[in-house]
């Protein structure tokens, strides 16, 4: 035990001890949480990290002495404040949960009630425990608008949920949960569905508020960096169990464990990029396009890519980074601009490109799971190519399926498996071996590793940097993650709302001077690094104070 | 102009569309007659002369457009022009022969909704609560079972056990127009029952269904960790969120109910809509088996609309847009 | 570096490797009663239905000179009005009646399922045009369609066939667009077009594949939907015609002995009844196998 005052169980606010949760899927309960010993002083922050299965969020709710539906308790005790929630009936479960400890859910969007008003919700807590009268609610939910910074707080709680953005609502959460000054909120990764200039201003924003009020909370969530800025102490997690419990200096600057040693040594993978001058293999030239007659997203964009290289393509959700894909690969004809392949004009439409044309340029997307059909065999999915393309069948084929198998470092035993047999980094990689059938020069990597879990990820983007190596491929890599270029690319492109903001080398692009969208994306990144939020709000603050 | 009245007027054009669509579509079966229809009407021993006759007075030496546009604008005050059975010594219009008939259909229809809807919902939010509880379970196998019934076999059952066997009903509801309320309830009680049974499985389930997805969503989750009671979390957050999906289901079995009528009709001889449009069809009697089609079809459309609109006005995100 | 091999879920590291028919059969083993009632009863009438002729004492129409005999002797269930054994017209009834059902659902199924799946890939004018006829036949109560077109065109079996096929394969096609729909929209559909692949490729190879547990429980569903209207036509008296043996008509001919408390008319209605509840219990329990395999992703 690291820290102080445990033995005694003094000043503990929560204590599980030996947790135990089950959960069914097809009629069969298999043990998901396992054993899991946590502690929280009071006005103390725990991070809960781990990958998807790892049980955190199971063990979140678990705080609040909930299971979700499919899910059971079925050993351990949970003490809060002295309290085994476990041995507590319904009614003084209620009345532990929304007035000592509260919940903000990952999604605002869902969580929030679509048919009242934000203020009506926000101030219920308090209201049905009986602990405040109504303007006192309301009082105090203006004032935590105001402290949450979000706009106009005296009159933001009249809105109702989708009139509100994204970032604003998960605030909005969080004043929720905030209101009737509980002991203890659980954040269930409260800003994973935002975007990373948005993010920033979230977190900020939870751990004033956290601190200001002085209540404990769990935070949980899948990003080292992140949980490294709001945590004390970290728990690591996986499969249920824990890994390594330690400060946050301890966690990120001193791991024990070879598990947490990997995870914090994850986006350091660095390519010394550099755009050596070459015939370009891809040009976008001028490329206008628009769904429909009205909406425009891309305005004007024109890149390029010497072959055998990477080419960045970085942008917030709705930059219009996707689309630009689709424009290449034909699916959305521009309004007006052209695409060149190998000095080569490639038509506009996906209907009028020749096999050869549709062969040279492969896609990689960002779900693994729906971008193979989970009804063919890795047999069917990278044969398929072989046989379209190249004609190829029988004995051939399979020797060839084989290769490929192996160039992604899977054996050839996965041949006969279904999709739903394999993991998702295990799926990412079959994907990436059917792209590689066609011998492509060209892959468009959309976002490919954004769906994994870190780990995962970062095997996938080691490998496509030996396949490139390896068969001198280029790369269009489509990504919102700063890391992810860093780790891969040649060249960069920086996308806001539809323009080209800044394009070249991955030098020159990620070296100052900046434009201000860039050293906004540049610096919302979240580092592996304590005290890297406040660092980056206070020289915010400079600067706005400068001005 | 509030985007409400804006969804509300686009909802109540489209449905004018699809009538108007459907009625040159009810229309054109006068056209789509085979050639030797006349002669199955007039039977055998029709003579050329009197089938140019029959096929004059039908219309149908006039342009469809002409014809359809004379017709609607009859059909419009009420007017759907005369039976086939209609003899120049015994005139029988299509809107006399309907009247009182539609009046009949209606009064079992609407004392069918009253007792199956409360009765319906009330069973469908109680099997969602205790879902896959001992209730729930008995629930669904008896309504797959009862949907899994041909209407005439419920009314079979029932005639053969209230009627016949244990004489507490009439097996025959042959209501006149002179008849007492009282009566008139009393008659129509088994053929109103066999609809119950029939429409409150089917709107049952998917109530149950639309209860149960709705409990799912998030927001519920996160009202049961605030801490609020399981009555209020039903009533304050699950409630205001279900009148859409209750109200289709309610539309989706009124209009079920409305076929459901015929086959029971024909069972219990009852005087209705339904029994006639049957009639009509078996001899043919293509003006009244139109003006049928057209109200059927018409009432499915309007209770569609009405379910539509409920849906609109009850949607926060439309009531109250950025 | 098989970093990968770390996170794989437990059911990828066990020895997964096992046949369609195998899973089939184990599902089986774990149905519910009800689903194995079902199944029985599905069987028995389809045996009953193919081997009618081998199985049912006497001929079709063949007419004996007491009509309404009672239940024993010569006649193990009586004969009807015209003096036609009971049992032999329910036991041929249940070969044009189910066979009947079978035929205009496969007919409704083909046609409807295939615009639908067209319609969801190709989009555009082909799905409006679809699309707008249906909202149409979908606007009046098939039953009464149904009654408006036999009333045009005739009572005979190719007319309902077509008829009430036609009508219901508008509900298919709403159905198989939505549930195409859903599987056009996935990467791998669009890998499949920037490959270069044809149409019918794509239809067959890789949507067809991923409906085909929603259209087969669905099959079910509007079997069900399809018989019950048939025989609820025929119980009208415009729907299968005398002589034909069929068990809506049998109960229309028979019904006015319920009133003497006979219960023969129930006879061919529980017929019909009884196979209906079996095809349900079955399609509810694959209904509820399949969205439970959703569930777990």
């Known amino acids: 035990m690291s820290t102080n005052g445990r033995a005694d169980g003094r000043g503990l606010l929560l204590d599980i001890r030996g947790l135990r949760i089950e959960g069914q899927s097809d009629d069969v309960w298999n043990e998901i949480v396992k054993g899991v010993d946590l502690e929280l002083e009071r006005g103390k922050v725990l991070g809960l990290i781990g990958e998807s299965g790892a049980g955190k969020s199971t063990i979140g709710l678990a705080a609040m002495g909930f299971a979700r539906p499919g899910c059971r308790i079925t050993g351990g005790q949970i003490f809060f404040d002295g309290i085994d929630l476990r041995t507590l009936s319904d009614a003084e479960q209620r009345g532990i949960r929304g007035r000592r400890v509260a919940y903000v859910a990952q999604s605002a969007a869902a969580a929030f009630n679509p048919a009242h008003r934000l203020i009506d919700q926000i101030i219920e807590s308090p209201l049905t425990h009986a602990i405040m009268s109504k303007a006192d609610a309301t009082k105090r939910a203006v004032a935590l608008f105001a402290k949450l910074g979000l706009p106009n707080p005296e009159t933001f709680g009249n809105r109702y949920p989708h009139q509100v953005s994204g970032g604003q609502l998960q605030r909005a959460m969080t004043a929720m949960a905030l209101v009737p000054s509980p002991d203890l909120v659980v954040f269930d990764e409260p800003t994973t569905a935002l975007d990373v200039t948005t993010q920033i201003d979230v977190l900020a924003a939870i751990k004033d508020a956290i601190r200001d009020e002085g209540a404990a909370a769990l935070y949980i969530t899948h990003d080292l960096a992140v949980v490294a800025q709001v945590s004390d102490e970290i728990m690591v997690l996986r499969h249920g169990k824990q890994v390594e419990l330690g400060t946050a200096d301890e966690i990120i600057n001193r791991p024990r464990e070879d598990y947490t040693k990997r995870l914090v040594a994850i986006r350091q993978i660095s390519k010394n990029g550099e755009a050596l001058p070459h015939a370009p293999l891809l040009t976008v030239e001028g490329v206008t396009a628009a769904y429909g007659n009205s909406f425009t997203v891309l305005h004007d964009v024109s890149v390029h890519l010497p072959p055998g290289q990477t080419l960045a393509v970085v942008g917030e959700s709705g930059s219009g980074k996707s689309t630009m894909a689709r424009v290449i690969t034909g699916l959305l004809p521009p309004k007006s601009g052209a695409i060149r392949f190998d000095g080569q004009a490639m038509p506009p439409r996906l209907a009028d490109r020749t096999k050869e044309q549709l062969r040279v340029l492969q896609m990689i997307y960002q779900m693994p799971d729906v971008a193979i059909n989970p009804r063919h065999r890795v047999r069917e999915i990278i044969g398929r190519p072989l046989e379209f393309y190249f004609g190829l069948a029988g004995r051939e084929k399979e020797k060839r399926t084989l290769e490929l198998l192996d160039q992604i470092e899977m054996g050839g035993e996965y041949i006969e498996r279904y999709p739903g047999e394999l993991s998702g980094g295990q799926k990412q990689r079959v994907c990436i071996a059917r792209a590689l059938a066609a011998e492509p020069r060209l892959i468009i990597c959309d976002e490919p590793t954004s769906a994994l879990d870190p780990l995962v990820a970062d095997g996938i983007l080691k490998l496509l940097l030996k396949l490139q190596a390896e068969t001198k491929v280029s790369y269009l890599f489509i990504t919102h993650d700063i890391a992810t270029v860093r780790a891969i690319a040649d060249m960069v492109c920086v996308l806001y709302k539809g323009k080209v903001v800044r394009f070249g080398g991955k030098q020159e692009v990620l070296s100052p001077p900046f434009d201000d969208y860039t050293d906004l994306l540049l610096k919302s990144v979240p580092k592996m690094q304590i005290g890297w939020l406040e660092g980056v709000l206070s020289t915010r603050r400079m600067a706005s104070a400068g001005n | 102009m509030h985007p409400i009245i804006r969804t509300v007027v686009q909802r109540l054009a489209l449905s004018l569309v699809t009538l108007f669509v459907v009625s040159i579509v009810i229309f054109s079966a006068v056209t789509l007659l085979p050639g030797d229809f006349a002669k199955a009407i007039l039977g055998q021993a029709a003579t050329p002369e009197t089938v140019a006759a029959f096929q004059k007075e039908i219309g149908l030496d006039k342009p469809p457009v002409t014809r359809y546009v004379e017709w609607i604008q009859k059909v419009a005050v009420g007017d759907f022009g005369e039976s086939f059975t209609s003899r120049d010594n015994y005139r029988r219009t299509v809107t006399d022969i309907i009247g009182p008939r539609l009046w009949n259909t209606l009064f079992l229809a609407v004392l069918t909704a009253i007792i199956a809807v409360p009765l319906a919902l009330f069973l469908g939010i109680l099997a969602a609560l205790y879902r896959n509880g001992w209730f729930d379970r008995i629930v669904n196998a008896l309504t797959l079972t009862t949907i899994s019934f041909p209407e005439f076999f419920v009314a079979y059952m029932l005639m053969l056990f209230f009627a016949v066997k244990w004489h507490l009903l009439p097996s025959l509801s042959n209501v006149t127009p002179e008849m007492e309320l009282g009566e008139r309830l009393y008659r129509c009680l088994l053929p109103s029952l066999t609809l119950t049974l029939v429409i409150v499985a089917h709107m049952m389930r998917m109530t149950r269904a639309a209860i149960i997805n709705l409990m799912a969503s998030p927001f519920i989750e996160m009202a049961r960790l605030k801490g609020i009671p399981p009555m209020k979390v039903i009533l304050r957050h699950a409630l205001p969120n279900a009148w859409a999906p209750i109200v289709n289901v309610i539309a989706f079995n009124l209009a079920y109910l409305i076929v459901g009528v015929v086959v029971v009709e024909v069972v219990f001889v009852y005087p209705g809509v339904g029994q006639l449009l049957v009639d009509a069809v078996t001899s043919r009697d293509i003006p009244v088996v139109q003006a049928c089609a057209l109200i059927f079809a018409a009432t499915y459309i309007l209770l569609n609309l009405i379910a539509d609109i409920i849906s609109i006005v009850t949607n926060p995100r439309i009531l109250h847009p950025r | ?297």
């Open chain 3, 1 to 297: 570096m098989t970093t990968d091999l770390h996170s794989i879920p437990r059911e990828a590291v066990l020895p997964r490797r096992k046949t369609r028919l195998g899973t089939a059969l184990k599902e089986l083993g774990k149905a519910p009663f009800t689903a194995w009632l079902g199944l029985v009863i599905i069987i028995t009438y389809l045996v009953v239905a193919i081997f009618a002729p081998w199985i049912a004492p006497y001929r079709e129409s063949q007419v004996f000179e007491q009509p309404y005999a009672p239940w024993g002797g010569d006649f193990l269930l009586g004969t009807d009005q015209l003096g036609r054994d009971l049992l032999t017209r329910l036991i041929y009834g249940a070969r044009n009646t189910i066979g009947i059902a079978v035929a205009t659902t496969l007919l409704a199924f083909i046609v409807g399922g295939g615009l639908g799946i067209l319609a969801a890939i190709r989009g555009g004018w082909v799905d409006q045009i679809v699309s707008r006829i249906v909202d149409v036949i979908l606007a009046i109560p098939l039953l009464i369609s149904a009654l408006m077109l036999l009333s045009i065109f005739g009572s005979n079996v190719t007319n309902i066939i077509l008829i009430i096929a036609l009508l219901d394969s508008t509900r298919v096609f709403r159905l198989s667009r939505a549930a195409a729909m859903n599987v056009v929209v996935m990467d791998y559909v669009e890998a499949a077009r920037l490959r270069g692949e044809g149409l019918g490729w794509i239809m067959r190879r890789e949507i067809l594949p991923n409906v085909m547990p929603i259209l087969v429980a669905e099959f079910g569903l509007r079997f069900c939907f399809v018989f019950l209207t048939i025989s609820a036509l025929s119980f009208l008296g415009v729907g299968i015609q005398p002589p034909t043996a069929d068990w809506g008509s049998m109960v229309r001919e028979n019904s006015t002995l319920i009133t003497y408390g006979n219960i023969t008319p129930l006879l061919p209605a529980g017929a019909i009844a009884v196979l209906t509840v079996g095809v349900n219990f079955v399609v509810d329990w694959f209904l509820h196998k399949t969205s439970g395999l959703r569930d777990e992703h």
